[in-house]
């Protein structure tokens, strides 16, 4: 049951964390738009293989941090940083996206493949994502550092991410209009997401500090 119970929780977790438009699920919805369903899934297939070992080194950094409560504080105090730069840097600074008209030529599988590698390799979220929610998780016994779990939890991770990518390439054309919306408006989003992930980190430093 408890394998079960990390499989499933590494899916919702997959699901929550990707389901936001973003790069990687945008980049894949296009590319099945301009070049059809065969160089987006070798697209997702790159991103996934990069997030499997995202995953997994997350949950060995999370293991080693787990019983170092410095560490921990450090890595807030670090992210809140983070956060808070890219909190400006979208709001204030990052231009709005424009879209752009006209027709991008084919390319090859191959090529996909390894874009999908280096989007999901650049994008450095999944990393502090998983070793916050891993620990959670394990702070109130739903999980455990133990190989099984790991590979079971990561599993899950891979299988939620896949089917979010599966949706947005089967589904943009759909919504299209939505997401055109989302585009125009995505610095304000995720200006507006980071902001709320600094605040709530901040708030966790003066606990910690002054609790």
């Known amino acids: 049951m408890n394998l079960i119970t990390s499989l499933f929780l590494g899916f919702i ?3 929550v964390g990707i389901t936001p438009p973003g790069l ?3 980049t894949a919805a296009k590319v099945n738009l301009k070049e059809g369903k065969s160089s ?8 996934v293989i990069i997030i499997f070992f995202q995953a997994s080194l997350a949950i060995f950094f999370a293991r080693f941090i787990k019983e170092r409560p410095d560490v921990v504080v450090l890595l807030r105090e670090v ?11 979208f709001l204030f600074i990052a231009k709005k996206p424009v879209k752009k008209m006209g027709s991008i030529k084919k390319r090859s599988t191959s090529t996909r493949f390894f874009l999908g590698m280096l989007l999901s390799a650049l994008n450095f979220f999944p990393i502090p994502y998983y070793v916050f929610v891993s620990i959670t998780l394990a702070s109130y016994n739903l999980f455990y550092f133990e190989a099984t779990h790991v590979f079971t939890f990561v599993a899950g ?3 939620g991410s896949f089917l979010v990518f599966y949706f947005y390439i089967t589904f943009f054309q759909k919504i299209q ?3 055109d919306f989302l585009m125009r408006n995505m610095n304000g989003i995720i200006g507006t997401i980071t902001g709320l992930i600094a605040l709530f980190t901040l708030v966790n430093i003066v606990r910690y500090y002054f609790g």
Do not use: C, D, H, P
């Not at 992210?79 to 840097?89: P, R, S």
């Open 13 to 15: 977790t997959a699901f």
């Open 24 to 26: 990687i699920n945008m």
């Open 40 to 47: 987006a899934y070798w697209f997702v297939l790159g991103a």
């Open 79 to 89: 992210g809140f940083g983070i956060f808070a730069v890219l909190t400006v840097y």
């Open 157 to 159: 991770v891979v299988s």
């Open 177 to 179: 209009n939505k997401t």
